[in-house]
T-cell receptor
């Protein structure tokens, strides 16, 4: 049981380049999320997917797009990278069952845009 | 809308001393509250959660937190700090405006000296 996996772990891009961050979960969760973490800012929600086939914007969606490919996979795309997108990106998944809730996080992708 | 405020971006304690990390929340509905820990260059690990059951919640690694509705607080404590507790700690609340995504505080870095 791998939980939430993310690829790549590290990436360096030049301004204007594009890339896709991949995320997959094997816990059969309906909900998936992308967050970014910046020093002193905590984690902020970029996009989320409440279920397969749906996606919605979070707090900081500008410059990003997402695809919920199937129930397992949720990708984040930067079409034209900017230095302001230098950050650590975390994917997470969750399921609400009764009164139980827990969000599971992947190991993160450290992205630098020069 | 929900929010959390962590008081103190950096807390330093001696090994064996009490750890107290402060979190206050704002929520228009009964909140689900969480504490996560992040060790250097790693993802987030759930320490404990409050989901409207017992107000005193025990978590992993000897940590506990008490939900106080009258004070809108959910402070994290540990009676005796260990060197291995040095990490960044995040308080979070479920938002009801983005599926079941989390809103995070800005984090508190805990340093433990010998």
């Amino acid at each position: 049981n791998a939980g939430v996996t993310q690829t790549p772990k590290f990436q360096v891009l030049k301004t204007g380049q594009s890339m896709t961050l991949q995320c997959a979960q094997d816990m059969n969760h309906n909900s998936m999320y992308w967050y970014r973490q910046d020093p002193g800012m905590g984690l902020r929600l970029i996009y989320y997917s409440a279920s397969e086939g749906t996606t919605d914007k979070g707090e900081v969606p500008n410059g990003y797009n997402v695809s919920r490919l199937n129930k397992r996979e949720f990708s984040l795309r930067l079409e034209s990278a900017a230095p302001s997108q230098t950050s650590v990106y975390f994917c997470a998944s969750s399921e609400v069952t009764g009164d139980s809730y827990e969000q599971y996080f992947g190991p993160g992708t450290r992205l630098t845009v020069t | 809308a929900q929010s959390v405020t962590q008081l103190g971006s950096h807390v330093s304690v001696s090994e064996g001393a009490l750890v107290l990390l402060r979190c206050n929340y704002s929520s228009s509905v009964p909140p689900y509250l969480f504490w996560y820990v992040q060790y250097p260059n790693q993802g987030l690990q759930l320490l404990l959660k409050y989901t409207s059951a017992a107000t005193l919640v025990k978590g992993i690694n000897g940590f506990e937190a008490e939900f106080k509705k009258s004070e809108t607080s959910f402070h994290l404590t540990k009676p005796s700090a260990h060197m291995s507790d040095a990490a960044e700690y995040f308080c979070a609340v479920i938002t009801n405006q983005a599926g079941t995504a989390l809103i995070f505080g800005k984090g508190t870095t805990l340093s433990v000296s010998s």
